[in-house]
């Protein structure tokens, strides 16, 4: 990435301008200052302590290969959905039943595959793949990716500091209580697992704090019964499952929930249905407030009832 020195920055220290303008965390320029062509200054490495001039050319190394960190991304079968991209992020609707990162047994049909494939074909390059948020393997919905090291740096300082809000569509088994409500029910791992999640007293060992909003939007009566609802999510916190534990907690899983969730002899999808259908982040380069919708899946569709929804 280049940058143009103006008049008002004419005499300030390098160092100030990577911290102070540009906002580079610690992390980010002690990783530049590594790197032996990481900072340029009219195209020849400098230290921090440079003193910058009007009209100097600022060259910072912020894209890197994946061929050279992190092993290789195989270019997927399947691009990815794509519902933005600029020369900061690529904003991509996740299908529900795909992995967000290749792991054992998903080495070719994730999201970062998918990416890779669109890299590829749009740029004859495969980048690091930098998701902002996560999302489970059967969770569908936005996924945020930052395209360089600058841009990943600022979001996740964002989503630290609570600048970053999700939404999230879930169909649950039963009606909550109220229309609209607070959960808070601490989370922990449940003991000798290393997936599963339980909810816990909040001074418990291993206890971490856990906060959703949530609100009603529809709920319905199935020909067999059981009564069902569409509900927005909001979590204030990122704990793992922590959706699928807190209206689990209610008494009102989320429908196909096959660790958390009530087996009922209804049919039921092979997924849990829970999607993330919205995002609103501050743009890394801009600082702009974008509000991201991902269209929720047919898997969802069909559960709904022939009624308005209105997220």
Known sequence: MQYVIDAQHDGVLLRTYLQGYLGLSRRLLTRLKSHPEGILLGGKPVTVRAVLHAGDVLTLAMEDDATTKRGNVIPGEVPPQVLYEDEDILVCNKPADMPTHPSHGHFDDTLANAVARYELERTGRVGVFRPVNRLDRNTGGIVLIAKHQLAADRLSRAMQGGRIQKQYLAVLEGVPPTK????????????????????????????????????????????????????????????????????????????????????????????????????????????????????????????????????
């Not at 995002?279 to 919708?293: D, R, V, Y």
């Open 180 to 311: 609209k409500g607070e959960i808070h029910a601490s989370i922990r791992r449940a003991q000798e697992s290393i997936i599963t999640r339980e909810i816990c007293p909040p001074d418990a060992p291993g206890a971490k704090e856990a906060h959703t909003h949530f609100r009603v939007i529809a709920h319905w009566t199935l020909p067999q019964g059981p009564k069902r609802s569409l509900v927005c999510a909001r979590p204030v916190t990122g704990r793992t499952h922590q959706l699928r534990l807190h209206f689990a907690h209610l008494g009102t899983p989320i429908v196909g929930d096959d660790m958390y969730g009530k087996h009922l002899p209804i049919p039921t999808p092979d997924h849990h249905i829970l999607h993330a259908f919205a995002l609103t982040f501050p743009h890394p380069a801009t600082g702009q407030i974008m509000t991201l919708i991902a269209p929720p899946d047919q898997a969802l569709r069909d559960l709904l009832p022939d009624i308005p929804i209105n997220p």
